[in-house]
């Protein structure tokens, strides 16, 4: 049982704008940035934001990060057919001392 | 090229131990923590332990604590995870990942994995 939520799943035709929401509390989010990371089935998970809103090299401007207060969200413009992966957001719990993921959301392209 | 190649997974009974492995390549291995995250069938993402560049601080989700210790060999470029006292539960891919800079928990360098099973 996670303590970040995400809706399980999220969809769009190419070209639209998804946005995938992460809830979670004081003791992660709220104080602590937010990463998220992008998953295909069978291969490694790619680090796609960190510190809440910054893109690693590589990964395209169509992909943005925000945060406020005890929630993040991962918008992906422009949508592609190769955006069709699980999407993950990720914080460090202090209460926990731990690092934690959120529950998941399926992206297809419709 | 900056990689980590983990290895050690296998079948194993409930009960038992296993330890795996995470070879890393490519950049300064003891300037970086790392991790250990788990993804069980059907499942989502789970962190399951973490470990400062110098070994000196460990983390570890309550699922595993006291059960499970990371540890790594700066000399070795190596990462380990010793899971003991296993679980049908503990049935997943296993994959080493490595912080983006000192002090980040983001993680940016992920293995393919290796699979554990447990079961009788």
């Known amino acids: 049982q996670s303590v970040l939520t995400q809706p399980p799943s999220a969809s769009g035709t190419p070209g639209q704008r998804v946005t995938i929401s992460c809830s979670g509390s004081s003791s992660n989010i709220g104080g602590n940035t937010v990463n998220w990371y992008q998953h295909l089935p069978g291969t490694a998970p790619k680090l796609l934001i960190y510190?809440?809103?910054q893109r690693p090299s590589g990964v395209p401007d169509r992909f943005s990060g925000s945060k406020s207060g005890t929630s993040a969200s991962l918008a992906i413009s422009g949508l592609q057919s190769e955006d069709e992966a699980d999407y993950y957001c990720a914080a460090w719990d202090d209460s926990l001392n731990g690092y934690v993921f959120g529950t998941g959301t399926k992206v297809t392209v419709l | 090229e900056v990689q980590v190649l983990e290895s050690g997974g296998g079948l194993v009974q409930p009960g038992g131990s296993l330890r795996l492995s995470c070879a890393a390549s490519g950049f300064t291995f003891s300037n970086y923590a790392f991790s250990w995250v788990r993804q069980a069938p059907g499942k989502g993402l789970e962190w399951v332990s973490a470990i400062s560049g110098s070994g000196g601080s460990t983390y570890y989700a309550d699922s595993v604590k006291g059960r499970f210790t990371i540890s790594r060999d700066n000399s070795r470029n190596t990462l380990y995870l010793q899971m003991n006292s296993l679980r049908a539960e503990d049935t997943a891919v296993y994959s080493c990942?490595?912080?983006?800079?000192?002090?980040?928990?983001?993680?940016?360098?992920w293995g393919q994995g290796t699979t554990v099973t447990v079961s009788s």
């Open positions: 510190g809440n809103n």
């Open positions: 990942a490595k912080s983006r800079v000192s002090g980040s928990r983001a993680l940016d360098v």
